[in-house]
């Protein structure tokens, strides 16, 4: 029974371990929008925004028709229900950590005329304050837009940013972003 508590009590960390390293995904959406009527979606061809690469452009539209098409939808070529477009943001910033600082613990070696003995007095390490440390980091912001083809009103926005490794985003990253998105839009459309 022990070893059972264990390996549970051992999986509920892990698990709380890797919640805390995800992006954070913000969505905002039209609380009168009524999700269960939209099955088909089409991408919107952007001309006045900045472009990413094409390679990142297909990782991004494939990243969200899969996730899209889990939840039932198909993507239609004519009279689409929604209109999808995305962007794409990396821009340099800083990352701030706090670091504990503590003082070394030591012992000391003094005499006591009393008792006529030396003893070793021990001093713990005692906290002095925190080391805070600045570095530049790239965060990457992935913007996902849905907005009703009849309307034309934005029914449905998910973003998450992250940190990343270059300029451009990579296949891992687009997928994991993405899919923490549509995380957000399966609790939101319901």
């Given at each position: 029974?022990?070893?059972?508590l264990?390996?549970?009590?051992?999986?509920?960390?892990?698990?709380?371990l890797?919640?805390?390293?995800?992006?954070?995904?913000?969505?905002?959406?039209d609380d009168?929008t009524?999700?269960s009527k939209y099955?088909t979606?089409a991408?919107?061809?952007?001309?006045g925004?900045?472009k990413?690469?094409?390679?990142?452009?297909?990782q991004?539209?494939?990243a969200v028709?899969?996730?899209l098409a889990?939840s039932g939808w198909r993507?239609?070529?004519?009279?689409?229900?929604?209109?999808?477009?995305?962007?794409?943001?990396?821009e340099?910033s800083?990352?701030?950590?706090?670091?504990?600082?503590?003082?070394?613990?030591?012992s000391?070696?003094?005499?006591n005329?009393?008792?006529?003995?030396?003893t070793t007095?021990?001093?713990?390490s005692?906290?002095?304050?925190?080391?805070?440390?600045?570095?530049?980091v790239?965060?990457?912001?992935?913007?996902?837009t849905m907005?009703?083809?009849?309307?034309?009103?934005?029914?449905?926005?998910?973003?998450?940013?992250?940190?990343?490794?270059?300029?451009?985003?990579?296949?891992r990253?687009?997928?994991?972003?993405v899919?923490?998105?549509?995380?957000?839009?399966?609790v939101?459309?319901n």
């Amino acid at each position: 029974m022990k070893s059972y508590l264990r390996v549970w009590m051992g999986v509920t960390v892990i698990v709380f371990l890797l919640a805390g390293c995800s992006s954070t995904t913000h969505i905002e959406k039209d609380d009168q929008t009524d999700f269960s009527k939209y099955k088909t979606f089409a991408w919107t061809d952007d001309e006045g925004s900045a472009k990413v690469n094409d390679l990142t452009e297909r990782q991004i539209r494939q990243a969200v028709n899969k996730e899209l098409a889990k939840s039932g939808w198909r993507e239609a070529k004519n009279r689409p229900d929604i209109l999808l477009s995305y962007d794409v943001l990396v821009e340099r910033s800083t990352r701030e950590s706090n670091s504990p600082v503590y003082s070394r613990p030591y012992s000391r070696l003094v005499y006591n005329p009393y008792t006529r003995r030396y003893t070793t007095i021990y001093y713990p390490s005692q906290f002095m304050g925190y080391e805070r440390d600045e570095r530049p980091v790239k965060e990457g912001t992935i913007t996902i837009t849905m907005t009703d083809a009849r309307t034309d009103k934005t029914v449905w926005q998910g973003w998450t940013t992250d940190e990343v490794d270059s300029r451009h985003l990579t296949a891992r990253e687009v997928d994991a972003s993405v899919r923490a998105i549509f995380k957000k839009f399966d609790v939101a459309k319901n």
